[in-house]
Nanobody, 127 residues
Framework: QVQLVESGGGLVQAGGSLRLSCAAS????????MGWFRQAPGKERESVAAMSWSGSRTYYTDSAKGRFTISRDNAKNTVYLQMDSLKPEDTAVYYCAAASRRDSDYTATRPVEYDYWGQGTQVTVSS
């Protein structure tokens, strides 16, 4: 079992930045592909960014490219999502997730591919 706890959400003005953190306990994340998802009211959960457990491969949804950066610190058992140039349409609950995969370069982009989820953290961007 892996427990994931997100933090770093909050209220920010458009154009501002936030850094989300996802801390894991009970197991090391070093062999898990990681992802960040978000879900706005009335919408489906969507992938925002993902990283292979090797760290060599990343994925970003089109709306996140150039603004968001996913990273991981295996020594701290933590994954981050740096979000810059935030827009009101980025408002959502953000979730981190972990996927156990043998392929060190696999990036998982669909919710069904993930084995563990955090409880989510609210990000609100005001205009």
């Amino acid at each position: 079992q892996v427990q994931l706890v997100e933090s770093g959400g909050g209220l920010v003005q458009a154009g501002g930045s936030l850094r989300l953190s996802c801390a894991a306990s009970r197991r090391t994340l070093s062999r898990f592909a990681m992802g960040w998802f978000r879900q706005a009211p009335g919408k489906e959960r969507e992938s925002v960014a993902a990283m292979s457990w090797s760290g060599s491969r990343t994925y970003y949804t089109d709306s996140a490219k150039g603004r968001f950066t996913i990273s991981r610190d295996n020594a701290k058992n933590t994954v981050y999502l740096q979000m810059d140039s935030l827009k009101p349409e980025d408002t959502a609950v953000y979730y981190c997730a972990a996927a156990s995969r043998r392929d060190s370069d696999y990036t998982a982009t669909r919710p069904v591919e993930y084995d563990y989820w955090g409880q989510g953290t609210q990000v609100t961007v005001s205009s």
